[in-house]
């Protein structure tokens, strides 16, 4: 008898669609605009999507397309409105991703792109910028396959081997926040590397307030370091899954003979002990002082911050990488994940997830990939947790089940500051830590008859 649930729709998402993901990997390109060749919604709703969440203005281009178009093609449309940023924005690049629509028709966007910077003028005669094309249809994956996409088309297509080595180190640190980019940059720089982080949202989707607009905000990783990754003396991904096949880092290997070193994302004290480890072999030197010192704080944090956690049951969904991450992160600290779960088709999380927790929880916990939250409400209420930890879109789940929500990922529509939350390394750990026990404190002290003002 077939076991096969009843229903065949997705209802209520977790996840987001895959030009969104390339959107935002573009903004992290110093002088970059991303644009999607598709129709305007597409554009205002991932405009909104993105702005929700970082708190930042967000301009994201189209080629507007209509009935016309999808009968007859998209092409004129496209060029028309690389034509339009150039001019509008002096743009030094422009990052095109498909959408569901110019898929579905067919337009053939590479050979687009080639025809236009092979006619392209730009007003006043200035050099017409790199447009970089990528396929990301959002019935064909995620935001995050469509995020690594687009950094794996970046170096596809800009990077080069033309210079003598430079000694620098490529990092891949997937999708971050603002903070955990500028963590990973101030990390590289205490270990005396010089990095190219790719990309770079620190300053472009968390920038300082500006008497004017600017129609593209300072930051990201400049055009001429992405050219000269080619020459670096090694390359760290972060992150395992929805990777493209090749990754930007096996592009990198595959060409240019940059070794590769793939690790997961430094969430919690082992996989940050990993990174830090590496860094140590390719900065020939032992962690600095102050990390040290950190990875100590967070040690003597674990041990006080024990008898709040242990027992307590977690239910864990967003990206792949970052459910391993917390997995792993919450293994540590004593609490048991009851459910780990993802929007992303990754046959590959569940073993993942289970060696990340395993001599560590007393039960591997449920996985389940490609589902959507009426599927994760149903195994979770079975499974009766006392917290649920992921995006905001988890609300109104943590509200039936009468739970706390830890909002951490991406996104985070409903609370302020969301691109300042930092996950990453010894420090990250620590400030996520806090945040999970204060979080349970405050639903046992608000349940509580009698309360209480000592713990």
């Not at 077939?2 to 669609?17: D, E, G, I, R």
Request: proline share 6%; glycine share 12%.
């Amino acid at each position: 008898m077939s076991t096969a649930p009843a229903y065949v729709s997705t209802t209520n998402a977790c996840k987001a669609c895959m030009p969104l993901g390339a959107c935002l990997a573009f903004k992290g390109v110093e002088g970059c605009v991303p644009f999607l060749h598709g129709s305007q919604g597409c554009a205002t709703y991932m405009r909104r999507y993105l702005i929700s969440h970082y708190r930042e203005p967000v301009d994201i281009a189209s080629s507007s397309l209509g009935e016309k178009q999808a009968i007859y093609g998209g092409g004129p449309n496209l060029k028309q409105g690389l034509v339009n940023v150039m001019n509008k924005y002096q743009a030094q690049a422009i990052g095109v991703a498909t959408t569901c629509l110019t898929e579905t028709i067919g337009d053939d966007v590479p050979g687009l792109v080639r025809e236009f910077m092979g006619q392209a003028k730009v007003e006043g005669g200035a050099s017409v910028p790199p447009v970089i094309a990528v396929s990301t249809p959002s019935f064909g994956g995620t935001h995050l396959q469509g995020f690594h996409r687009a950094v794996a088309a970046l170096v596809d297509q800009l990077a080069t081997a033309a210079g003598p080595p430079n000694g620098q180190v490529n990092l891949l640190p997937g999708l971050v926040s603002p903070a955990d980019a500028r963590y990973l940059k101030e990390v590289l720089a205490d270990f005396g590397l010089t990095g190219v982080l790719l990309p770079d949202l620190s300053l472009t989707l968390d920038g300082v307030a500006k008497a004017e607009y600017e129609l593209i905000p300072e930051g990201g990783t400049p055009l001429r370091d992405i050219a000269a990754m080619g020459s670096s003396a090694a390359t760290i991904q972060l992150g395992c899954f929805a990777m493209p096949n090749p990754s930007a880092g096996q592009i990198l290997a595959s060409r240019f003979g940059v070794p590769l070193v793939s690790l997961n994302q430094p969430l919690g004290l082992r996989a940050s002990d990993t990174l830090f480890q590496c860094l140590e072999r390719h900065g020939g030197r032992p962690t600095p002082e102050r990390h040290a010192r950190e990875r100590g704080q967070l040690l003597d944090a674990f041990v006080d911050g024990h008898k709040y956690l242990a027992g307590v049951k977690a239910v864990v969904y967003g990206e792949e990488d970052l459910v391993l991450g917390l997995c792993s992160f919450l293994a540590e600290v004593g609490v048991q994940v009851v459910l780990a779960a993802s929007g992303g088709q990754s046959p590959d999380l569940a073993q993942a997830v289970a060696q990340a927790s395993r001599g560590l929880a007393p039960q591997d916990p449920q996985v389940r990939s490609g589902v959507d939250f009426y599927q994760i409400g149903e195994e979770a209420r079975a499974l009766q947790p006392d917290i649920l930890i992921g995006n905001s879109k988890g609300h109104a789940l943590a509200r039936q089940l009468r739970v706390p929500l830890l909002r951490v990922g991406f996104p985070i529509h409903d609370r302020f500051g969301a691109g300042r939350i930092q996950t990453l390394g010894y420090r990250g750990a620590l400030s996520l830590l806090d945040v999970l026990i204060n979080t349970l404190l405050k639903k046992r002290q608000a349940d509580n008859p009698v309360g209480y003002g000592y713990l």
